[in-house]
């Protein structure tokens, strides 16, 4: 019931979504203070082959800034300078950082330093085994003044049957790095003349795109990063086009917790209250989802500890995010056995997707038991059966009359929404109209008063 009562709901949503289509979100989040510039994730990502005989899996990615972010790299030094001054910045610097996975959209190659915009800087004397990011991380791209920019990723792989070749293992090359090796499996490619090929029409490229400030404040040596949000995720190759493609590593199973007991409201329940955390890759994989035309949604499965069977609660949120969401219990409830308090209610949250007229379920949750008793009461029950009726949909009523205001109180007609409002709320344009109505009768029939005492014969004189 559950399912269905969703599919019913979300087929109306998706269709709207449709139209408006997902838009990847991300405000500015200037911890160290304002930016001079939106700083929202990167759109429109694309990934295009541009292999070589050099760079056989080099692949082109594009992404495009918002128009605040283009229209500050475009100015001059000197207006950035005074415009950064004003802000209590002496520098500022825009990159973006393209992160990448193949075959499955959970397998991204960023960590931490990328936080710290590290690359592939030398590490210190004081940790000389801590290994930095190698040649596969691309942490500082540049951006530019235009909308779009680009970027190539994928190159300078080295020599696979070298065991010198500093881009392919792992080494100390100035410091101590991460090779290729380490960050493709086996099965993701084969060396032909030399080269690690990546066979596209059997494997998937996942691509998706951040922004990163660079900010130094006045007086200090400190370079302080923040980010945008991750763009939506972009595909080339064999899957590109089928979103269900590994949806299980998508999602995973979902984050849910602090089981509470809601009891009753107006007859309806019991109700159980979950708190829903959502990470971004599973907000990525719903906006992909979603600009697909399908939905995602939690589905919560319950049963009596040590009875019955596991079913599906009506209730939850068809939007996937963080926050609480609330099922009704009744249906894990048995004919012996009601829930009430002492009662003890297993609990387990799997995501149910929906794309290209297929259904996909993840692992579910770990289960979690609800101990129905004060310490997880968040209302109180209500003692009477109150069902809400509908009411029939009232005669609209003006706002002005809503809000109190009279005739001479209004502003503005609502008809012609010109003139000030006229005597018992009529427009001006009606009286006028009206008055010429009765001028127009009165002169019709003082007319044909006038016509009728002008046929009328004289007496005859006696």
């Known amino acids: ?18 139209v408006l289509q997902a838009v990847p ?22 990934a295009e082959l541009q292999g070589s005989s050099s760079d056989p899996n080099a692949c082109l990615i594009s992404y495009t800034k918002n128009s605040s972010m283009a229209e500050w790299l475009a100015k001059d030094d000197k207006t950035r300078k005074e415009a950064l001054k004003k802000l209590g910045y002496t520098e500022l610097s825009v990159f973006a950082q393209i992160d990448w996975a193949i075959d499955s959209a959970s397998d991204w190659k960023y960590s931490g330093k990328w936080d710290n915009n590290t690359g592939r800087a030398a590490v210190d004397d004081a940790h000389p085994d801590e290994y930095v990011l190698g040649d596969w991380a691309y942490v500082n791209m540049s951006c530019t003044k235009e909308a779009t920019d680009t970027a190539l990723i994928l190159r300078n792989m080295g020599n696979p049957t070298s065991e010198r070749d500093a881009h392919w293992n792992d080494g100390k090359n100035g410091a101590y790095s991460v090779g290729w ?4 499996k086996t099965s993701q490619y084969t060396v032909v003349n030399s080269q690690a090929k990546i066979d596209f029409t059997n494997h998937t490229l996942f691509v998706r795109v951040r922004y990163g400030v660079a900010l130094k404040k006045e007086g200090e040596t400190k370079t302080t990063y923040v980010f945008s949000d991750w763009s939506s995720l972009s595909a080339y190759g064999k899957d590109a086009d089928h979103v269900e493609y590994h949806l299980s590593e998508y999602f995973g199973a979902p984050v849910v917790s602090n089981p509470r007991y ?34 995602v949604q939690i589905v ?20 996937i995010k963080n926050g609480d969401a609330e099922w009704d219990l009744s249906a894990a409830e048995l004919p012996k056995h009601k829930i009430g308090h002492g009662t003890e209610v297993e609990l ?24 129905v008793d004060e310490n997880t009461m968040v209302i109180p029950v209500p003692d009477e059966d109150i069902t809400p009726t509908p009411t029939p949909r009232p005669t609209p009523i003006p706002s002005w009359m809503l809000s109190g205001k009279n005739a001479e109180e209004k502003s503005e007609c609502d008809l012609c929404g010109m003139c000030p409002v006229q005597p018992l709320g009529i ?10 109505v009765l001028l127009i009768l009165f002169a019709i029939i003082k007319h044909t008063i006038k016509n009728i005492g002008s046929r009328k014969r004289p007496g005859r004189k006696g």
């Open 348 to 371: 387990r949250s799997q995501y149910y997707i929906v794309y290209a007229g297929n259904e996909y379920e993840s692992a579910f949750s770990a289960v979690a038991t609800l101990v």
């Open 1 to 18: 019931m559950n399912r269905l009562v969703g599919k019913w709901i979300a087929t109306v949503m998706c269709a709207v979504m449709l």
């Open 181 to 184: 090796k380490s960050v493709l």
């Open 300 to 319: 919560t499965q319950g049963r009596l500890k040590d009875e019955g069977e596991w079913v599906d609660l009506v209730g939850g949120e068809l939007e």
């Open 262 to 295: 809601k009891g009753k409201v107006n007859g309806h329940g019991p109700f159980v209250v979950l708190t829903v955390t959502v990470t971004q890759s599973v907000a990525d994989a719903v906006a992909k989802v979603t600009e697909a035309g399908g939905y």
């Open 427 to 436: 427009c001006l344009f009606i009286w006028m109209g009206g008055f010429v």
């Open 25 to 46: 979100v991300g405000a500015a989040r200037a911890a160290e203070g304002e930016l001079p510039f939106e700083l929202d994730a990167p759109t429109g990502v694309k």
